[in-house]
């Protein structure tokens, strides 16, 4: 079992930056994504970044390249979602998720576990 426990959900305006924080905890050694998800009411969750914590690699939407910034740090087993110039349309409940499989990164179906959830709010 992984337990993961997300922080720094914020309320912020436009342009602003917020730093997500998720310590994960229990069986990590054979994780093959990590990653941070967003959803709104009434759609479907959307992946936004994730890291291979086998090979190192990172994956980002389309709509968060260039702002945001997805990061591991071992020793205090958390990763982090670095959130810059964002945007009102950012705005969504953010889910930290952990999963075995390393494909698809943006599918939620490829996770088992999931936190629950930190609220981020950009207002215009």
């Known amino acids: 079992q992984v337990q993961l426990v997300e922080s720094g959900g914020d309320s912020v305006q436009a342009g602003g930056s917020l730093r997500l924080a998720c310590v994960v905890s229990g069986y990590i050694y054979n994780l093959g994504l990590m990653g941070w998800f967003r959803q709104t009411p009434g759609r479907e969750r959307e992946g936004v970044a994730s890291l291979s914590p086998r090979f190192g690699t990172t994956f980002y939407a389309d709509s968060v390249k260039g702002r945001f910034t997805i990061s591991r740090d071992n020793a205090k087993n958390t990763i982090y979602l670095e959130m810059n110039d964002l945007k009102p349309e950012d705005t969504a409940m953010y889910y930290c998720?952990?999963?075995?499989?390393?494909?698809?990164?943006?599918?939620?179906?490829?996770?088992?576990?999931w936190g629950q959830g930190t609220q981020v709010t950009v207002s215009s």
């Open positions: 998720t952990a999963g075995v499989n390393i494909e698809p990164w943006n599918v939620a179906a490829s996770y088992v576990y």
